[in-house]
């Protein structure tokens, strides 16, 4: 179940970083509307989250690597959601902005909680 869990949010990082990277103009329009468009940093945005998806699918077989691949990416995406809580009142919609902060709260701690050792040998 684990192992399964860390492979979906590893598909869904390198998901959101495809996108980032192909069409940053779409991506910036629908979650990343604060202010003007800096296709630049999208493209950061999404490389670094494309790394954080890649580390978590390589963390799917390798056991021993799933607890320090998790806390980064629980670090990464828990200064991420500080950022959007920071700039909460520069988001376009409001709705968007609460809604992917509660996201990227969430997310957070998900993957802190994954991140616990388990014995889980799958």
């Known amino acids: 179940m684990k ?17 980032a990277g192909i069409d940053s103009a779409s991506f910036a ?8 468009e800096n296709d630049h940093l999208v493209h950061d945005f999404g490389a670094a989250s494309a790394a954080m998806g890649a580390g978590l699918l390589v963390a799917v ?4 690597w799933r607890t320090p691949v998790l806390l980064v990416a629980m670090l990464w995406n828990g200064l991420h959601a500080v950022s959007h809580a920071v700039d909460l009142g520069d988001a376009a919609s409001r709705t968007v902005g609460v809604a992917e902060l509660a996201l990227l ?6 993957l802190g909680v994954l991140a616990l050792p388990s014995k889980e040998t799958e």
């Open 61 to 64: 077989p390798r056991v021993a």
């Open 29 to 36: 329009a629908t979650l990343a509307d604060f202010g003007p």
């Open 3 to 19: 192992a399964t869990v860390i492979g979906f949010l590893g598909a869904v990082f390198i998901g959101l970083g495809a996108w």
């Open 105 to 110: 709260i969430g997310t957070t701690a998900l």
